[in-house]
């Protein structure tokens, strides 16, 4: 079992020096636009993952006019406690500690309390750009296999270093083969390694995630979810071959997995182009259900969920069922945001959920 006890925030966002303690499993978050809601979220989800969910660059995490912020969590893992420390000092690196022991590496981190957020912009994985979807898999793979972790990391660092490689090839008007030879080989291992676990977790995520739509939803729509790469047709050595003289002219690596793609389908059309902002929504929320029952599969315990501003959009029957998953059928800790503080307890009253209500 996971739990967040209780969580002190100092200077991070809009927080000064601000306590909670949470005792139930249901946690309704309540106030108006802008007391920080989200930020509690992302505090949160900070102590899981190390970073924030929302903002890429730490500064911003800092409160304005403040040198740095500070993050005390205590958790309870399997009746044992995790307290994790985090003290950003704002000069780049940051302090993290779990029971006052110091990681080497922040990444070791990844997936020993693991976390699901649902956010209202996260519908961009379903309708923006193929990075997300990405993201949304990385995100879930890393808290898997540390190994996955690892290696994107050298993935992305070896291919920035092959793009400049090919940016100086063109300036200097010649090709130096061997060193292209070695950076690609640097890079191929690597992107195999990510192929395949990719095509792996993703063979067992898919059918959970049709499967909570097919539970949001409630009716016959058929949504079918594809893992895209072009490491499918041919091997990485046959693909970076292939592609290289395009990449000498765009001055970019146009193969391997950065170029992999997730695509999902509505009774066999593209979602994208004819689904409903419900029809949206429930996709969403199948798909960060998935992460959440592989999650919990792999781990023997329940992520932590974090639910911010889920209300919208979704019709009632879809959010009672949903709410009733998420709290009733599950033992894991969920966090829920919203506006109305009257709905929320209507919805814990109405599915007679044992919760507590935190007003902002
Ligand atoms: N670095 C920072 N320093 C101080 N304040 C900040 C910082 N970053 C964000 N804020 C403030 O935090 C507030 C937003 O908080 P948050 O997004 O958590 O609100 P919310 O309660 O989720 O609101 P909503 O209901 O609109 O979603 C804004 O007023 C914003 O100006
Ligand atoms: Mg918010």
Redesign the pocket.
């Known amino acids: 079992m996971l739990r967040l006890q209780k969580i002190t925030i100092t200077h991070f966002?809009?927080y000064g020096i601000t306590n909670f303690s949470f005792t139930k499993n249901v946690v309704g978050i309540c106030?108006?636009?802008?007391?920080?809601?989200?930020?509690?979220l992302d505090a949160i989800y900070y102590c899981c993952f190390t970073k924030s969910y929302f903002t890429l660059s730490d500064t911003?995490?800092?409160?304005?006019d403040k040198d740095g912020f500070r993050l005390e969590a205590h958790f309870e893992k399997n009746k044992e406690p995790q307290k994790i420390i985090c003290i950003n000092r704002g000069v780049g690196k940051k302090d993290f500690l779990v029971n006052d022991i110091a990681y080497d590496k922040l990444a070791k981190h990844i997936g020993t309390l693991p976390a699901v957020i649902i956010a209202p912009d996260d519908v961009e994985i379903i309708i923006g750009g193929s990075e997300g979807r990405r993201r949304y898999l990385d995100t879930l793979i890393c808290q898997l296999d540390n190994e996955y972790l690892q290696q994107l990391i050298t993935y992305n660092k070896v291919l920035q270093q092959r793009n400049g490689l090919l940016k100086r090839f063109a300036e200097q008007g010649k090709i130096d083969t061997l060193l292209l030879d070695v950076i690609n080989e640097q890079l191929i291992n690597p992107g195999k390694i990510i192929f395949e676990k990719r095509t792996h977790y993703t063979q067992i995520l898919i059918p959970l995630v049709e499967n909570f739509y097919r539970q949001i939803a409630d009716n016959n729509e058929k949504i079918q979810f594809n893992y895209v790469s072009l490491l499918q047709a041919e091997s990485f050595e046959m693909l970076i071959q292939k592609t290289f003289e395009k990449d000498k002219i765009l001055q970019r690596t146009n193969a391997g997995i950065h170029k992999d793609e997730i695509t999902f389908t509505l009774n066999n059309q593209a979602f994208k182009q004819i689904a409903s902002q419900g029809q949206r929504k429930s996709l969403l929320f199948a798909l960060k259900l998935g992460q959440y029952q592989l999650l919990k599969n792999y781990n023997k315990i329940s992520p932590i969920l974090l639910l911010?501003?889920v209300f919208e959009k979704l019709d009632e029957k879809r959010m009672h069922r949903l709410l009733h998953w998420v709290c009733k059928e599950n033992d894991g800790q969920v966090f829920i945001?919203d506006?109305h503080k009257q709905r929320l307890q209507n919805i814990f009253e109405q599915l007679q959920i044992d919760g507590e209500i935190i007003q902002?």
């Open positions: 966002k809009n106030g108006l636009n802008g007391v920080g809601k989200t930020n509690l911003l995490n800092i409160q304005f911010d501003d945001t506006t902002l």
